[in-house]
């Protein structure tokens, strides 16, 4: 378990984020830069915050876990911009920050002045990341877009689920995450061409879209076959075996990816004389005959525990795991090893553990280096640094109900 880290400069140290956002597809994009380095401000309504505050159970100590999983190495900054007062202050920060990112619904912060047009006007090198349910463009683009929503609207649920049986919303807000993970990605690669042009731009990224992008090979089907891909339960369309077997205590995966791995597969199950059936010597094959070889896995995989399984065929280079819960997985020696679980000691929860940095970089890793902030905690502290505001004009700012 990483406790405590040393802080040192990521590939992002010396940039200022801006962060307008809330829920989710954008504080994981913010959460991603600030992990890399970047400063993260993010500016929060003064009574109400994030809405992810009041999200649960579960709390810790008032503290929504769900808010906590996701807003570390950030600042929390309230400031109410629909105020004159609180507007002038937002703009002071835009003077001092190299990305903006927001996800309100297209056209919310034009109605405002405070759209790409708007604020590229008079700060043309910064990075402007808007993350929206259908995008800025397109004759969807005003309508609300929450994670649920577009992953049916996406596909996803098309595929996911049994095949008689209704679809299924995957158990993380996937359309949120990507589109966040999409955000970044393009935050970081703009950041990179305004070293040489010095011009800032607009990163438009969509739920839709980023969910589009994720049918990657369910895609290829259809546009090869004109089809719909169905739902097909942990079947895999184009490769057999590769789904969820039963062994005798429990479930797991296989993985066969192709056919030197289904020959190494044969020899640990003792089905050398399958393996050699010309109905299943090749991927193709299988699939094609896979209503005659699901059964006969079946009745083996059923003759030993799933961990018997597992071992064998791990030795022989099978891939193959068990089907683990989520308190299973974060207790894993292999997650600790590579500081996927981290220690923060959060200013009203106490201690927190929240998840790791996945990308690592040799040179200039990214952290988890301070805990998810509460409401408010460095409005001060960030509005004396960054705009020279002292106390005394501070708490009049608060008592006007700017900050």
């Known amino acids: 378990m990483n406790s405590s880290p040393i802080a040192s400069p990521g590939p992002l140290d010396g940039v200022t984020v801006l962060d307008l956002t809330r829920v989710l597809s954008g504080p994981y994009c913010t959460m991603m830069l600030a992990d890399m ?41 309230t400031i109410d911009f629909k105020t004159a007062e609180g507007r002038r202050l937002l703009d002071a920060l835009i003077d001092r920050a190299d990305v903006l990112v927001e996800n309100f619904r297209p056209g919310t912060l034009a109605r405002q ?19 929206s349910g259908f995008g800025q463009t397109g004759p969807r683009r005003e309508e609300p877009g929450y994670d649920a929503v577009v ?44 070293r040489e042009s010095g011009q800032g731009q607009h990163i438009d990224v969509a739920l839709l879209d980023s969910v589009a992008a994720l049918l990657t090979y369910q895609a290829g089907i259809h546009f ?74 079946d009745d083996v995989f059923r003759t ?37 679980v981290a220690e ?16 690592k970089l040799s040179a200039t890793p990214g952290q988890v280096k301070t805990p998810p902030p509460t409401l408010g905690q460095h409005t001060d502290a960030v509005l004396e640094e960054l705009l020279e505001i002292d106390a005394v004009e501070r708490d009049r700012l608060r008592a006007a109900g700017a900050i």
Not at 113 to 123: E, F, I, K, M, R
Not at 184 to 190: E, R
Not at 344 to 359: M, T, W
């Open 151 to 194: 992953q049916a609207e996406g596909g996803l649920m098309s595929i996911t689920g049994d095949a008689d049986g209704p679809g299924y919303r995957l158990g993380v807000a996937i359309a949120d995450i990507t589109a966040g993970m999409f955000a970044a990605y393009g935050t970081s690669v703009a950041l990179f061409a305004r």
């Open 37 to 77: 380095g970047a400063r993260v401000v993010k500016i929060e309504h003064p009574q109400r915050g994030d809405d992810t505050r009041a999200w649960g159970p579960p709390f810790v100590n008032g503290e929504s876990g769900y808010f906590l999983s996701v807003n570390r190495n950030k600042e929390s900054v």
């Open 224 to 297: 090869a076959t004109g089809e719909a891909p169905k739902r097909m339960g942990n079947r895999h369309p184009t490769i057999a075996p590769y789904e969820t077997f039963t062994a005798a205590d429990g479930e797991f995966v296989l993985a066969v990816g192709n056919d030197a791995l289904w020959k190494k597969f044969g020899a640990v199950a003792g089905l050398e004389s399958i393996v050699a059936d010309p109905r299943f010597a090749t991927n193709r094959a299988r699939v094609t005959a896979y209503d005659e070889l699901r059964p006969l896995l």
């Open 304 to 340: 030993r525990p799933r961990q018997a399984w597992i071992d064998d065929l791990v030795a022989a280079g099978v891939p193959c795991g068990a089907v683990r819960d989520v308190g299973q997985v974060l207790g894993d020696p292999q997650l600790a090893a590579r500081e996927m």
């Open 344 to 359: 923060l000691d959060h200013a009203v929860a106490g201690a927190i553990r929240v998840l790791g940095v996945p990308a």
């Open 113 to 131: 002045g405070l759209g790409y047009a708007d604020v590229s006007a008079t700060h043309p090198g910064l990075i402007y990341t808007s993350v």
